[in-house]
């Protein structure tokens, strides 16, 4: 995918993601960028916690895509939700998800979403883990339902789409970056490309 003419003064931008939402908030950016899908085993460790699975995933990731595109700039992020201290996956159907909501209604789920940039030029990289609090609404098992056969969010970790109805079913969301909880962290990922130098505003 290529949404812009490519720039000849900046190196090539990819995203190393299949995910359609870090597709689309990176476009926000209106940098000209294409994307390339790692394969990688994205099986926690054993042992690992959970900010350390998320930024081992993002830097694994990037790596992988920046092997294939010396030169580049590449993006990889990676995102684990927890609840007391257990990673919260993606649940694939609606059966586990109406479970994870159950578990998760009045409470606080910490989401560690973990970026990096790998640059090609020189073989180094950037790292940050952004941390998202969301509390979430303590609803009867009847809306969590509904909800679910209306959205469908089996793909999504801790089983709410926070950019569409999901909203509906939070009670808070506490971050530094609004746009982590998606699966993107903009402001974070903006300070990278600056350090990196990219510009932005082209005169």
């Not at 190393?16 to 209106?30: N, V």
């Not at 916690?49 to 294939?68: D, E, F, G, S």
């Not at 010396?70 to 996956?89: K, M």
């Not at 109805?165 to 909880?181: C, K, N, Q, Y």
Request: aromatic fraction near 4%; glycine fraction near 6%; hydrophobic fraction near 40%.
């Amino acid at each position: 995918m290529n949404p812009t003419p490519a720039s000849t003064r900046q190196p090539p931008l990819i995203l190393a993601s299949s995910s359609a939402y870090r597709r689309e908030l990176l476009q926000r950016l209106h940098l000209p960028f294409t994307v390339d899908v790692p394969a990688i085993d994205e099986r926690p460790l054993p042992g690992e916690t959970p900010p350390a699975t998320a930024l081992r995933l993002a830097q694994a990731k990037a790596a992988a895509v920046a092997a294939r595109h010396p030169g580049s700039l590449v993006i990889g992020s990676d995102q684990v939700a927890t609840l007391d201290g257990e990673q919260i996956g993606k649940p694939g159907s609606h059966e586990a998800a109406l479970a994870q909501l159950r578990r998760m209604r009045g409470r606080e789920v910490v989401f560690h979403t973990a970026l990096c940039l790998a640059d090609g030029r020189d073989g180094s990289h950037q790292v940050e883990d952004i941390r998202t609090i969301v509390k979430f609404r303590d609803l009867p098992d009847a809306e969590l339902d509904a909800y679910l056969r209306i959205e469908q969010p089996y793909d999504c970790a801790g089983s709410a789409k926070n950019e569409g109805l999901g909203i509906a079913i939070l009670e808070r969301i506490d971050s530094t970056d609004p746009t982590a909880l998606t699966g993107l962290p903009l402001i974070a990922l903006t300070s990278m490309l600056r350090q990196a130098g990219i510009t932005f505003f082209q005169q």
